[in-house]
């Protein structure tokens, strides 16, 4: 599970996978992050949030603690953080019972070897969606393209799944989005909607999306990178 909060990586793993990136069985070095904490000797503290952070032996309340100082404070220094959990899915429960969750999806277009994306809000984005009741993420992310940019597709395979949070009406939200590849049926009516914010629509050869990525989010630029794999 990777979730973007103020869009930084979240990144939650198991202890084995931990141990791979570490290239340690004991877990005590690494060159892939700036800073290490095992979680059974202390707790993650502000001046910790800075690089990359890996915490070791997370809990639940590890995810409690950390998501807390997370909400109080923005430090810009920090990078990432990656949670080496004792148990990855009771770790990923704590994360989601903290927020309330919204589920969507979205697509990564495909034309020509180009890719279609949308700039909206001062940056550029791919076309996704909340789902509507009963709708399943297939359907609502072929719906979302359509509606936020004209074009009709087809969906192939899954991507990937993001999550990323925000607040909203003092609540705070985490949305969940499954992203799928899809290819052109008709483009004819290619149009962005205006009233979703969308400027404008592009088809993006790999020059030109890697640039546009420049000034995008986290959570598309690791869309996109999961897609052309």
Not at 198 to 219: G, K, P, V, Y
């Amino acid at each position: 599970m990777i979730v973007f909060i103020d869009d930084r990586p979240l990144r939650l793993i198991s202890l084995k996978t931990a141990a791979r990136l570490t290239g340690s069985p004991a877990l005590t070095s690494t060159t892939d992050f700036d800073n290490i904490i095992d979680a059974r000797l202390g707790v993650v503290k502000e001046e910790s949030l800075t690089g990359h952070l890996l915490v070791l032996n997370a809990t639940p309340a590890t995810v409690d603690k950390l998501l807390t100082l997370l909400q109080k404070t923005k430090s810009g220094r920090l990078l990432s953080i990656t949670l080496g959990c004792l148990s990855k899915s009771d770790c990923e429960s704590a994360v989601k019972r903290n927020f309330k969750v919204i589920k969507a999806a979205g697509g990564v277009v495909g034309k020509d070897s180009k890719i279609l994306m949308m700039f909206r809000r001062g940056v550029w984005d791919l076309p996704k969606g909340k789902l509507d009741n009963g709708e399943s993420s297939r359907e609502g992310a072929a719906r979302e393209v359509e509606e936020e940019t004209g074009v009709r597709v087809k969906v192939g395979d899954r991507i990937c799944t993001t999550w990323h949070t925000y607040a909203l009406n003092g609540s705070r939200i985490l949305k969940r989005t499954k992203w799928y590849q899809m290819t052109v049926i008709d483009d004819a009516n290619m149009a962005p909607q205006a009233e979703e914010g969308i400027e404008r629509l592009a088809w993006l050869d790999s020059r030109q999306t890697q640039q546009a990525l420049t000034n995008s989010f986290s959570s598309i630029r690791y869309v996109i990178d999961e897609s052309q794999k």
